[in-house]
């Protein structure tokens, strides 16, 4: 009997996986990308809105880097952003996907105004940023805390629980603020003890913004250590692994979750306090500003690179001063400046696509004999 020879079409792309590329050629892709993105945005900003890219680029750097009063505003939300990065990261390198991150700022913060409010006038300076910073890192640790027990002990899905826990935060915020709220009816608390400054971190000459970066750049060097060299960053390595793997060397993968999400918790919690105590001396429901959420991308986008991550924060903030900036100068709407950025962040996102895959297109015979 005659074999019948049958005949089919490859695909007309194939995808493998690319080898890793070098740390030279990965950036080089990525610089890449970010001019195509800026390209991309000057014929959107020539089509739409009629004018030069590079007066719109120039007004977005002088939004953000224009006066030494900007500068530091752009550094301070530049730290707060890569603080709660930095928190978020050794959660999502153990693949414990804490989603809770704008809530464990959020309480805080809480615990923060809860402090100066009611021990404002009972405690010396000193020890009132003391007691409020421990009872941040604690009740924003707890926070994180609650999940990672479901998770270790009952498998829960912490993508879901964590959350949630935002919305708990919020609402426990909202109680707060109503009884707090001064005047009375106002629907919001105001500056806490701005005639004492009670609880607020100290100037460093005329700068108020100055130890909340100098906080930040301390975190950031003690995690990129904690995670790189020490004994527990290798345990969440391995754990983000395989917890199979993890288990068989002899790592608690519970303890391990449970202690990195009491880390991760805390620091958001740290940075609630830089929040109320060093910059805004409020509390409000969105005082996180969904930093919780853009720190996701952030540590992300730098493939949990805590030194990288300072240029992603960078980035993002400054797209963001510079949206003002153009909504000002301009009279531009202001989420014109937001679909710039998003460009830029579409172009950033897709080309990890291309470092890490190979594209593959189907030669002109196209045909092969099975």
Same mark, same amino acid.
């Given at each position: ?20 590329? @070098?740390?030279?050629? +990965?950036? +080089? ?44 505003? #752009? ?80 498998? #829960? ?62 975190? #950031? ?15 969440? +390595? ?41 910059? @805004?001396?409020?509390?409000?429901? #969105? ?11 952030? +540590? ?37 400046? @937001? ?32």
């Amino acid at each position: 009997m005659k074999e019948k020879h049958k005949h089919i079409k490859e695909p007309l792309v194939k995808l493998s996986r690319r080898a890793d590329l @070098d740390r030279k050629h +990965s950036w +080089s892709y990525r610089a890449l990308a970010i001019l195509a993105a800026l390209v991309v945005d000057g014929i959107i900003i020539m089509l739409v809105v009629h004018m030069n890219p590079f007066d719109i680029y120039s007004t977005m750097f002088m939004g953000a880097f224009g006066t030494s009063r900007k500068i530091w505003v #752009t550094l301070k939300e530049l730290s707060l952003l890569l603080l709660i990065s930095i928190a978020l990261t050794p959660a999502y390198r153990m693949k414990f996907w804490n989603l809770g991150g704008e809530g464990q700022v959020l309480m805080g913060a809480w615990a923060t105004a809860f402090c100066m409010i009611y021990l404002g006038d009972k405690l010396p300076s000193g020890l009132l940023l003391l007691v409020m910073f421990f009872a941040a890192i604690v009740v924003g640790g707890i926070w994180a805390f609650i999940p990672a027990v479901f998770k270790a002990k009952w498998g #829960t899905n912490e993508t879901l629980f964590t959350l949630m826990m935002n919305y708990v935060a919020i609402q426990l915020v909202a109680y707060f603020i109503i009884k707090w709220e001064m005047p009375k009816g106002s629907g919001h608390v105001g500056i806490i003890n701005q005639a004492t400054q009670a609880g607020w971190l100290p100037y460093l000459g005329s700068n108020s913004y100055a130890l909340v970066v100098g906080f930040v750049v301390i975190v #950031t060097i003690g995690m990129h250590v904690y995670l790189k060299y020490s004994k527990h960053g290798y345990e969440i +390595s391995v754990v983000g692994e395989s917890q199979r793997t993890a288990t068989y060397v002899g790592i608690s993968v519970d303890k391990v979750i449970i202690r990195t999400l009491i880390l991760s918790g805390g620091i958001c919690g740290f940075a609630g306090w830089l929040i109320v105590s060093g910059s @805004d001396h409020t509390i409000t429901t #969105t005082l996180a500003g969904g930093m919780g959420f853009t720190g996701i991308m952030v +540590s992300w986008l730098a493939q949990f690179n805590v030194i990288v991550m300072i240029l992603c924060s960078l980035l993002i903030v400054f797209m963001g001063q510079g949206a003002s900036e153009i909504a000002t100068s301009f009279g531009l709407n202001e989420a014109f400046g @937001d679909i710039l950025t998003g460009i830029i962040i579409f172009f950033i996102i897709g080309v990890e696509f291309f470092i890490n895959y190979k594209l593959h297109f189907r030669k002109s015979s196209g045909k092969e004999e099975a």
